[in-house]
């Protein structure tokens, strides 16, 4: 016993002495004292930004840090009252036996707690899940929140490709009307191009007021060239806009819309409302013959009757397609037929393409359409308007021509349409058909065939025309098959100027050269035009049969990977030489990201 206490004295005197025995520091170095430079300034300054980056990714780590903690201490909450509560409640079944004895007072009292203890845990966890979700937000937010407007972006990133037999120069969305005839050299050769025009950028802004909804929309893509546009290197196509509108929805079931937008000729698949159009789910973007639609200005004004009826009417922004062959030089041309012809390419002002024609509209086009959905199926009932406007100069055909006499004439067009669209099988097959047809409405079909044409008299004259769609979608959890068939028509409409046809589909056009190769066109490098081939179109028929596959559609988004069939006919009316036929075998492939 003294051995180890000796030894123990010993050991403390020993510590003692050598802690009160001063420490030699090493003596401060001098530092080398010299001019500052721009050199080490800068190494100063890296420095103190490599420390301030530092302290706010302690910070960082700290917020996270107190994030966690706050979790855990819910969830430790959380569990401590689910026990607690479990407790009290086998405390209550145990005194249940014995409840001749105890005091019901007492019963009452134990009873409240237990109920005061389970309502604790349910708001705890109520409270927790809260707290997850706000921080899930936070870390995936799916729209922005700006001065009490929801801002959601969208759209997609695409990668397309698509080939056909006789080239049309045409990219990812086909000319439809254009496909060449036999003749022509483009239909001796095939093409393929790969394109990412069809990406897609989209922005909705909504807020809402005390009984009001406003909504705004943007929308584009890349189908649009610049003057500097080209294949051959950058591929530097700009941007275009294809949706830009505003929208107030009253509570009232008054909806007010305005802007560009689809046509309310096009259907919807819910009422009439806008962000609902039963597009074709196909790669090519000029859609499929048959469909009728167009995206222009229009202001629209709906009515919803307890989601089950809605009426709607729009003015929309009018255009007039003119085609007319046979007509002489003095009687159709951008002096006399002034509907067809702001002036021409290269003059006139303003900002429209001076490569395209553009008619002086009397007034808008007028849509009206009533939709119905009673239970089972959406069905759309709708009639289309439109003033077409020229000026006639009857001096045109003198011996020494005058515009003396020259006077304004309008005609109205217009015509009906109807679809009707079925979900079945559980929401998993879509059927749906629809038609459209009337007198100067070839614009509104997707093939956008001519509206008017002229007689020799210099006197317009309404084409009749004909629209029709039949749609097949199957939709699995990962899959979209669909398929398409529809059709577009143009009539006949013409008269003679001096024993000669003039006008739209004559039989006494000449189509003898539509299946005879000509020479390349200037420098040798253009393709032939094709010479005595008038080859108006009669009718086009598409059938078209394609799928998507999605591997991933989730909270980070969409891919999907799609390819498409399309078999299109062009038939002219007949005329000399015969009724000349152009036919087109398409196929595209596609790989898209959509935005979460």
């Not at 206490?5 to 050598?18: E, G, H, Q």
């Not at 990812?172 to 254009?178: E, H, K, V, W």
């Not at 007021?209 to 294949?231: H, I, K, P, R």
């Not at 429209?352 to 009673?374: E, G, I, R, T």
């Amino acid at each position: 016993m003294k051995r180890p206490l000796a030894l123990a004295l010993a050991v403390l005197i020993t510590t003692s002495v050598v802690a009160q025995t001063p420490s030699e520091s090493p003596k401060p170095k001098t530092a080398r004292h010299s001019s500052s430079t721009p050199v080490s300034k800068t190494l100063q300054d890296m420095k103190e930004a490599i420390s301030a980056q530092q302290q706010q990714i302690q910070q960082l780590q700290q917020q996270i840090q107190s994030r966690d903690q706050a979790i855990q201490q819910l969830q430790q909450q959380v569990g401590q009252a689910q026990s607690t509560a479990q407790q009290a409640q086998e405390t209550a079944n145990a005194a249940v036996p014995k409840a001749e004895d105890l005091d019901k007072q007492y019963m009452g009292s134990l009873q409240h707690d237990v109920a005061d203890l389970t309502t604790v845990s349910g708001n705890t966890v109520n409270e927790l899940q809260e707290a997850q979700k706000r921080i899930s937000g936070l870390e995936s937010p799916l729209a922005i929140h700006y001065k009490g407007i929801t801002i959601t972006p969208g759209g997609f990133l695409a990668a397309e490709t698509v080939w056909r037999p006789h080239a049309t120069l045409g990219d990812i969305n086909t000319p439809l009307n254009s496909i060449p005839f036999s003749g022509a050299g483009q239909a001796r050769q095939s093409e393929f191009y790969g394109s990412g025009r069809q990406s897609r950028i989209s922005m909705l802004a909504q807020g809402k007021l005390a009984n009001v909804n406003a909504t705004a929309y943007v929308e584009g893509d890349f189908l649009s060239a610049g003057v500097t546009s080209n294949n051959n290197q950058s591929n530097s196509y700009t941007f275009r806009q294809r949706q830009l509108w505003g929208q107030a929805a009253f509570s009232n079931g008054w909806t007010f819309t305005g802007g560009q937008m689809w046509s309310l000729v096009m259907e919807t698949r819910v009422g009439l409302d806008n962000r609902t159009e039963a597009l074709p789910m196909q790669i090519d973007a000029q859609y499929t013959a048959g469909l009728s639609w167009t995206r222009q200005y229009g202001f629209r004004v709906t009515k919803n009757f307890h989601n089950k009826a809605w009426i709607g009417l729009s003015v929309e922004d009018p255009q007039t397609l003119l085609t007319v062959s046979g007509a002489p030089s003095s009687t159709c041309g951008s002096s006399t037929c002034g509907n067809f012809l702001i002036g021409g390419p290269g003059t006139g002002g303003g900002l429209y393409n001076l490569n395209a024609n553009y008619s002086s509209n009397a007034s808008p086009d007028f849509v009206v359409k009533a939709a119905f959905q009673p239970g089972w199926g959406h069905y759309e009932i709708f009639a289309v308007g439109s003033d077409f406007r020229e000026r006639i100069y009857p001096g045109a055909l003198l011996t020494t021509p005058t515009a003396a006499g020259a006077f304004n004439r309008s005609i109205w067009g217009g015509g009906f349409g109807a679809n009707a669209r079925w979900l079945v099988a559980q929401k998993k097959v879509e059927f749906g058909v629809h038609y459209f047809g009337g007198n100067g409405v070839g614009r509104y079909g997707n093939a956008t065939l001519p509206d008017v044409t002229v007689y020799g008299d210099g006197a317009e004259h309404l084409i009749r025309a004909h629209q029709g769609l039949a749609s097949l979608e199957f939709h699995p959890s990962k899959w979209d098959f669909y398929l398409y068939g529809g059709g577009e028509y143009a009539g006949r409409q013409y008269s003679f100027y001096k024993g000669k046809p003039v006008g739209y589909g004559a039989p006494g056009f000449d189509n003898t050269g539509c299946g005879v190769e000509t020479l390349p066109g200037t420098g040798g490098f253009l393709p032939g035009g094709l010479s005595k081939c008038a080859g108006q179109t009669r009718a086009l028929l598409e059938a078209t049969t394609g799928f998507w596959y999605k591997p991933y559609n989730g909270p980070k988004g969409r891919f999907q990977l799609g390819m498409q069939y399309s078999y299109l006919t062009r038939n002219a009316w007949s005329g000399k030489g015969g009724d000349p036929e152009a036919i087109e075998n398409m196929i595209f492939t596609s790989f898209r990201y959509y935005l979460p």
